[in-house]
């Protein structure tokens, strides 16, 4: 895996210009759409959203390495440029993006890392925005580690559920944003309830909304929504 890598989550809606179109028409867009949004990024997929949540219909993943400065503003133009072309077809809702570094709590990569330029992606996602509270950063290392080391023990207690976490400090309103992948949705809801009652609990500061999203191909994605290429 990349050293670095930025993972940008953009959540659409289709608009109702989209509803309206015929189902000719919507697999033209389709068949537009992903090629332009698979050249802004070396890793990119389309998850459904709807009926797991409003408000939004399709979730786009990009990955790519974030080695050189230039990443970052390489990928948001050409993310805009496929995005844009189509925005009277798709509002966009919400972005969530950050980058990967290595972990300061833990030794070296844990099996349960989610590798965010695979090809290959799990039946579930769920990601959210997580801020920590003032209190946690004044405390000291050790104490924080001993929080973490709590935290991580309950976690590789599932180790079929995988995690990314990312760092947006300075760059969002939130300095994480954590990303789950699994194939069992009833067992990730049993890890947030268990990690619910750990010490470091109390320095969450907010840790939503939760973001529920479904993996299938790309243009399986987009057919459910009447975009069948």
Not at 175 to 195: I, M, P, Q, R, W
Request: hydrophobic letters at 45%; a neutral charge; aromatic letters at 14%.
């Amino acid at each position: 895996m990349a050293e670095r890598t930025l993972n940008h989550f953009s959540f659409f809606a289709f608009s109702d210009a989209y509803w309206s179109l015929a189902g000719a028409e919507r697999a033209e867009f389709a068949r537009t759409w992903l090629p332009q949004l698979r050249g802004s990024a070396e890793q990119v997929a389309v998850y459904q959203v709807f009926p797991a949540q409003a408000g939004a219909d399709i979730l786009v993943w990009s990955a790519l390495p974030a080695e050189t400065p230039e990443a970052a503003g390489t990928f948001f133009t050409r993310h805009a440029r496929a995005v844009n072309a189509q925005r009277r077809l798709l509002r966009p809702v919400e972005t969530l993006w950050g980058f990967t570094r290595p972990s300061v709590y833990a030794r070296g990569q844990s099996a349960q890392e989610i590798d965010p330029l695979a090809a290959e992606r799990q039946p579930y996602l769920i990601v959210y925005p997580f801020v920590k509270t003032k209190e946690w950063y004044l405390m000291s290392r050790d104490a924080r580690q001993g929080m973490m080391n709590e935290h991580m023990r309950v976690g590789h207690q599932y180790p079929e559920i995988k995690q990314l976490l990312l760092y947006s400090f300075g760059l969002q309103a939130q300095e994480f944003v954590v990303v789950y992948e699994t194939a069992n949705l009833a067992k990730f809801s049993d890890l947030v309830n268990e990690l619910r009652s750990v010490e470091g609990r109390r320095y969450t500061e907010r840790d939503t909304p939760a973001h529920t999203a479904i993996y299938h191909p790309a243009e399986e994605t987009l057919a459910l929504f009447g975009g069948a290429v």
